[in-house]
């Protein structure tokens, strides 16, 4: 599975952004995914994750009810709604595919990058 992010750039604090994570290569519907952010000089840190079929979502406290993770199967497409952006939520964002049952990502996307001025 190749995935390829898209959708990031440069906004003003209190905007949004719809990031995008489209898949090619086989079908990603069986593949939980997530969303992966890292900011300069620290660790990526997890996001945002759904299940294969949609109805679980877990999203990560920093960005809870301001960040939507959705997806669309039919499109093998992955998508991160993020409103009201703040400074801190800048970074290069990266989407992932969770390929075994303890929770590791064989799959990663190149990366997009969020820039949020304040």
């Known amino acids: 599975v190749q995935l390829q992010a898209s959708g990031g750039g440069l906004v003003q604090a209190g905007g949004s952004l719809r990031l995008s994570c489209a898949a090619s290569?086989?079908?990603?519907?069986?593949?939980?995914m997530s969303w992966f952010r890292q900011a300069p000089g620290k660790e990526r840190e997890f996001v945002a994750g759904?299940?294969?079929?949609?109805?679980?979502?877990y999203t990560a406290d920093s960005v809870k009810g301001r960040f939507t993770i959705s997806r669309d199967n039919a499109k093998n497409t992955v998508y991160l709604q993020m409103n009201s952006l703040k400074p801190e939520d800048t970074a290069v964002y990266y989407c992932?595919?969770?390929?075994?049952?303890?929770?590791?990502?064989?799959?990663w996307g190149q990366g997009t990058q969020v820039t949020v001025s304040s």
């Open positions: 759904i299940s294969w079929s949609g109805p679980s979502k």
């Open positions: 290569g086989r079908a990603f519907a069986p593949y939980a």
């Open positions: 992932a595919a969770q390929t075994t049952s303890s929770g590791d990502y064989g799959y």
